[in-house]
Nanobody, 114 residues
């Protein structure tokens, strides 16, 4: 098992930036990692993912604005979010996926508002 703890959320004005971090309790080498988000009244959606080999994929709504990265030595996955929009407001959750199971963090709130 692995525990995931997200941090870095907060209140930011439109056009601003935030960097989210997801720290794992153990090695993330065997996991594909992802950031998801859930806004009130909406379904959870995958925002960005990064494979064990470091290949990244993004939802169309965040392409060119968000960047996912991983530091296996630090057991950490990051989500750099730039040019934030009000519609990016949501709880952002970190996910670790492998053939052996799926693990989720508790989430961190991101609010984009003037």
């Amino acid at each position: 098992q692995v525990q995931l703890v997200e941090s870095g959320g907060g209140l930011v004005q439109p056009g601003g930036s935030l960097r989210l971090s997801c720290v794992a309790s153990g090695s993330i080498l065997r996991f594909n990692m992802g950031w998801h988000r859930q806004a009130p009244g909406k379904q959870r959606e995958l925002v960005a993912s990064i494979t064990r080999a470091g290949s990244a994929n993004y939802a169309d709504s965040v392409k060119g604005r968000f960047t996912i990265s991983r530091d296996n030595a630090k057991k950490t996955v990051y989500l750099q979010m730039d040019s934030l929009k009000p519609e990016d407001t949501a709880v952002y959750l970190c996910n670790a996926e492998s053939f052996a199971g799926d693990y989720w963090g508790q989430g961190t709130q991101v609010t984009v508002s003037s």
